[in-house]
Antibody
Framework: EVQLVESGGGLVQPGGSLRLSCAAS????????MSWVRQAPGKGLEWVSV???????YYADSVKGRFTISRDNSKNTLYLQMNSLRAEDTAVYYC??????????????????WGKGTTVTVSS | SSELTQDPAVSVALGQTVRITCQGD??????ASWYQQKPGQAPVLVIY???NRPSGIPDRFSGSSSGNTASLTITGAQAEDEADYYC???????????FGGGTKLTVL
């Protein structure tokens, strides 16, 4: 069964750090594009970061320089290292498989597998 | 970067047809994908590409695109379709991911 399971969330003080994990089963993380998406309480989905199969990484402006996405191929696990956390980082964090496709001259991407999410609360 | 704009809320009578739209410059180059999210649950992919439905998604869900606007249509809306719907795509560079602000669908 294709599945993603996040872990590592919790309560952390402003300025602190946390590392989220996303364990995959049924497919290989390193062969796929993988994204982190978050959702603050009562708000919409916000993309956080992506790692492409070739290893390139990209970040939303709101987390650039503070968050780092990575993967461990031997553990088939995706990570999000979060440093210098702020109150506005409080959210449910989801990992998702981010698949590419094309049709004629158009490209598309779709997140077809999602984890259930892990909650990060930044508060003193 | 690029933004995707959605109407915050839409309502539809039970059994009727509703269209949820998503606008953005990047949609001239990329098809949008659409996600359904119910309270307390993770998002679920409902439409991707030109008009593809993942396994298990009812065929009352369909997608279309014209110019800078992508649309999700639910033909014969059911009570269980009441949820938040999000579009997403890439920005004009193709590297960054963007989500629309979401549309809350109410089935009356």
């Amino acid at each position: 069964e294709v599945q993603l399971v996040e872990s590592g969330g919790g309560l952390v003080q402003p300025g602190g750090s946390l590392r989220l994990s996303c364990a995959a089963s049924g497919f290989t993380v390193s062969s796929n594009y993988m994204s982190w998406v978050r959702q603050a309480p009562g708000k919409g989905l916000e993309w956080v970061s992506v790692i492409y199969s070739g290893g390139s990484t990209y970040y939303a402006d709101s987390v650039k320089g503070r968050f780092t996405i990575s993967r461990d191929n031997s553990k088939n696990t995706l990570y999000l290292q979060m440093n210098s956390l702020r109150a506005e980082d409080t959210a449910v964090y989801y990992c998702a498989r981010d698949a590419p496709g094309s049709y004629g001259p158009y490209y598309y991407y779709y997140m077809d597998v999602w984890g259930k999410g892990t909650t990060v609360t930044v508060s003193s | 970067s690029s933004e995707l704009t959605q109407d915050p809320a839409v309502s539809v009578a039970l059994g009727q047809t509703v269209r949820i739209t998503c606008q953005g410059d990047s949609l001239r180059s990329y098809y949008a994908s659409w996600y359904q999210q119910k309270p307390g649950q993770a998002p679920v992919l409902v439409i991707y590409g030109k008009n593809n439905r993942p396994s298990g998604i009812p065929d009352r869900f369909s997608g279309s695109s014209s110019g800078n606007t992508a649309s999700l249509t639910i033909t014969g809306a059911q009570a269980e379709d009441e949820a938040d719907y999000y579009c997403n795509s890439r920005d004009s560079s193709g590297n960054l991911v963007v989500f629309g602000g979401g549309t809350k669908l109410t089935v009356l």
